[in-house]
């Protein structure tokens, strides 16, 4: 029997990927470490700014979840939420560094910078990749977009940086969602109410086809943990996706901007249908 | 946005503290800890101003049945009263199980 | 005008060369050290079409990354290694169909791990903001940087998106903004604001932010020569930007995550 992953908040998947009983969460929502500027902008704060740091053991080994509750403020990262991105990845490494290897996995549903924080969101991301890069020379940095919301934004670049990438049919990938790449640059280039071409591009089924995320899953919680788990298991690969620049001169090369191919052409004409 | 503060008569401690629900879109976050005896204090942040009376009227409701003596903030993002009481319910029931964190 | 090539063309002490014509590199002499010098700049003629206004797309992500990887430095001494300089003046992200397609996302991403590994391997990274530097295009070119400079100047603009469309996003109207950015200083576009967030590490007053004179460039090569010391005393990660006095008086809530959750970490 298949129990879904999606319908779960972030702090329910977060625990859920952990070993049972192992979980412990970290700034959860009784310290109240609430974003200080949503307030005075009339927008009702939560208490754990939508963020739910999680540590305890995967499949026996110690892991740090971060997941990104998608209900509040659409994902978006503020200066609160993504300083406990950034430091638990921070403190992972600095444990990986001391002896007790502590890998990562990261809930990325988001639509990127909360914009209420503008500058200082648009910094935590930064401090996010940077604190990623970190860890993943040294322990698996795993990154799970199940959806419905999807991983847009800033933190598309983070889920760009990860060791390995899950998605699911329901997950989405790009770096501008459909509704801004419509307002700025208008509907003759992006439809954002053509919901079929948009999934042809952003949705996890192209995304792993085309080799941009690893490994593509049903929603279902043990199906998901078990894949978290191999991709944990395989360490630290000697070359991640974002260091072969080559490789992206030649993903850039093969198509011509022009004259694009057909979402569904292109797996092919990268060599990866 | 609006903050209000209410507080009901009430007499049965809870167990333990209890957080449900999320400040999103026609829902709600509440936390509850165990609080001073005899009241029940509720400070309410909603999005949406001007239902004073609807939160009086809802919250009394719940209150007059569940005799819960503890802190209550909520942390409202329009919320209908139904999801307000189902959330407050979801949280009291968390607060009288034993066991787990 | 792009504020861009002037100013690169301003600070290079030889030839200024393209990798792709909407990102140039030349060298300069900082001190002792010879400094690499990358912009990304307008490319009226570029096959991306969403990207030739001196947006980062997927061409400048890529010759981007070729640009910061290629500043030789393994068979230096780490602390000898080669100042890399971010002139950073850029609209934004390419946004786009085939940006989409092709993974915008990703390709900037290769930009920033080359940025970070040069930052780590020792390399002093500096980003001097002479123009706009907004969302991903400013994360991708600047952001991971040791070391932040900007021009004080009305064209100098630090943002995750532009006003009109922030105000759309938010539903508030521009004036709305202005006004509450009063208030709400991450919300600012003015770059003194930015400036006390605790980001920038240095804000200039310089005659000319559009086309440079010779007090000018002296000035800024004097402020890139100190950023460039400080970058090579400095951490190697961006945890500076959080003991900044800036950072102490606007950041209290980032302090308080941190010492909070390595207190509970244990």
């Given at each position: 029997?298949?129990?879904?992953?999606?319908?779960?908040?972030?702090?329910?998947?977060?625990?859920?990927?952990?070993?049972?009983?192992?979980?412990?969460?970290?700034?959860?929502?009784?310290?109240?470490?609430?974003?200080?500027?949503?307030?005075?902008?009339?927008?009702?704060?939560?208490?754990?700014?939508?963020?739910?740091?999680?540590?305890?053991?995967?499949?026996?080994?110690?892991?740090?979840?971060?997941?990104?509750?998608?209900?509040?403020?659409?994902?978006?990262?503020?200066?609160?939420?993504?300083?406990?991105?950034?430091?638990?990845?921070?403190?992972?490494?600095?444990?990986?560094?001391?002896?007790?290897?502590?890998?990562?996995?990261?809930?990325?549903?988001?639509?990127?910078?909360?914009?209420?924080?503008?500058?200082?969101?648009?910094?935590?991301?930064?401090?996010?990749?940077?604190?990623?890069?970190?860890?993943?020379?040294?322990?698996?940095?795993?990154?799970?977009?199940?959806?419905?919301?999807?991983?847009?934004?800033?933190?598309?670049?983070?889920?760009?940086?990860?060791?390995?990438?899950?998605?699911?049919?329901?997950?989405?990938?790009?770096?501008?969602?459909?509704?801004?790449?419509?307002?700025?640059?208008?509907?003759?280039?992006?439809?954002?109410?053509?919901?079929?071409?948009?999934?042809?591009?952003?949705?996890?089924?192209?995304?792993?086809?085309?080799?941009?995320?690893?490994?593509?899953?049903?929603?279902?919680?043990?199906?998901?943990?078990?894949?978290?788990?191999?991709?944990?298991?395989c360490g630290v690969p000697a070359e991640h996706r974002s260091q072969r620049i080559g490789e992206l001169g030649a993903l850039l090369a093969a198509v011509d901007p022009a004259d694009p191919p057909k979402p569904g052409d292109l797996a092919a004409v990268w060599g990866r249908g | 946005m609006q903050t209000l503060n209410f507080e009901f008569p009430a007499d049965r401690p809870p167990a333990r503290r209890a957080h449900v629900g999320v400040a999103g879109s026609g829902d709600l976050e509440v936390l509850m800890t165990p609080g001073p005896a005899g009241v029940a204090r509720v400070r309410v942040r909603t999005s949406v101003d001007g239902f004073d009376t609807v939160w009086r009227v809802v919250l009394e409701r719940f209150f007059a049945r569940h005799r819960v003596a503890a802190g209550f903030e909520l942390n409202d993002s329009g919320a209908t009263p139904g999801v307000v009481t189902l959330r407050l319910r979801q949280a009291v029931e968390e607060s009288m199980e034993e066991g787990s964190a | 005008m792009s504020r861009g090539r002037n100013w690169i063309r301003a600070l290079a002490d030889g030839e200024v060369s393209p990798v792709v014509p909407s990102v140039i590199t030349a060298d300069a002499r900082l001190g002792e050290d010879v400094a690499r010098l990358i912009a990304v700049v307008p490319d009226p003629g570029s096959p991306y079409h969403r990207a030739r206004k001196g947006e980062v797309g997927l061409r400048e992500a890529y010759a981007l990354a070729e640009a910061v990887a290629g500043v030789a430095g393994a068979h230096l001494p780490e602390d000898r290694r080669r100042p890399i300089v971010a002139v950073v003046d850029l609209p934004s992200q390419a946004y786009g169909r085939v940006e989409e397609l092709l993974g915008l996302h990703h390709a900037l991403a290769v930009t920033v791990d080359a940025y970070a590994r040069a930052r780590t391997a020792g390399h002093p990274v500096v980003a001097l903001i002479v123009g706009t530097a907004l969302s991903g295009g400013f994360l991708a070119h600047g952001f991971q940087a040791n070391q932040i400079l900007a021009l004080n100047d009305p064209g100098v603009v630090v943002h995750a998106m532009h006003r009109e469309a922030a105000a759309r996003v938010t539903l508030r109207s521009v004036a709305e903004l202005d006004e509450l950015a009063r208030r709400v200083p991450p919300l600012s576009y003015d770059v003194a604001d930015w400036a006390k967030l605790g980001l920038c590490d240095d804000l200039l007053e310089v005659g000319n932010a559009d086309e440079p004179d010779g007090a000018d460039v002296r000035k800024v090569k004097d402020a890139l020569v100190s950023a460039v010391a400080r970058a090579r005393r400095g951490p190697r990660d961006l945890s500076n930007r959080l003991t900044s006095p800036g950072a102490r008086r606007t950041r209290g809530a980032s302090l308080r995550v941190r010492e909070a959750m390595t207190a509970q970490w244990g």
């Open positions: 029997m298949r129990f879904s992953f999606i319908e779960l908040d972030a702090r329910g998947r977060a625990f859920a990927l952990l070993d049972g009983g192992t979980g412990g969460e970290l700034c959860g929502p009784f310290e109240r470490i609430e974003s200080p500027w949503l307030e005075p902008q009339d927008v009702v704060p939560q208490s754990d700014d939508g963020v739910v740091v999680v540590r305890g053991k995967l499949d026996g080994r110690s892991a740090v979840v971060i997941g990104i509750e998608q209900a509040f403020q659409g994902g978006g990262i503020g200066e609160v939420s993504g300083m406990k991105l950034a430091t638990a990845l921070s403190l992972a490494a600095r444990d990986s560094r001391a002896g007790v290897p502590t890998a990562a996995v990261l809930l990325l549903e988001t639509g990127g910078v909360r914009l209420q924080e503008a500058n200082l969101g648009l910094a935590t991301v930064a401090e996010v990749c940077s604190a990623l890069l970190e860890l993943r020379a040294l322990q698996p940095v795993v990154g799970v977009i199940a959806g419905m919301l999807g991983c847009f934004g800033g933190m598309s670049i983070a889920a760009g940086l990860c060791t390995e990438l899950i998605m699911t049919r329901e997950g989405r990938l790009g770096l501008d969602g459909p509704q801004v790449i419509e307002s700025e640059a208008g509907v003759a280039e992006f439809d954002a109410s053509d919901h079929t071409m948009i999934w042809s591009i952003d949705g996890g089924t192209q995304r792993t086809r085309t080799g941009l995320a690893d490994v593509l899953v049903p929603d279902d919680v043990a199906a998901i943990r078990s894949a978290v788990i191999e991709a944990v298991g | - | -």
